[in-house]
């Protein structure tokens, strides 16, 4: 969608953040969407599955892979630690 908006190749639009952010376009989202991910699982009592979705995740497991992927633990037990 913003390669849409912007007139831009998926391929240009990438390279071009990557140069100027240092960082790849999808590496940057995941951590946008983690970071949420996060926040939400601090502030709400929403099931995993709910926070996935309003981060951007239609797939609960996948979404629990990244999460701990990046983090070493899944959403559920970062939850049960704070």
């Known amino acids: 969608m913003i390669c849409r908006r912007l007139h831009l190749s998926p391929a ?3 390279t071009m953040f990557k140069k100027e952010t240092g960082q790849a376009y999808i590496a940057y ?6 970071n949420k991910a996060v926040e939400l699982l601090n502030k709400t009592d929403d099931k995993t599955y709910v ?17 701990k992927k990046k983090f070493g633990v899944s959403p559920t037990k970062f939850r049960g630690a704070r």
């Not at 989202?29 to 983690?34: F, G, S």
């Not at 926070?51 to 999460?67: D, I, L, R, T």
């Open 29 to 34: 989202l995941t951590d946008v969407r983690l």
């Open 12 to 14: 240009y639009f990438s």
């Open 51 to 67: 926070v996935a979705a309003k981060v951007g995740y239609q797939e609960q497991n996948y979404f629990s892979y990244v999460f």
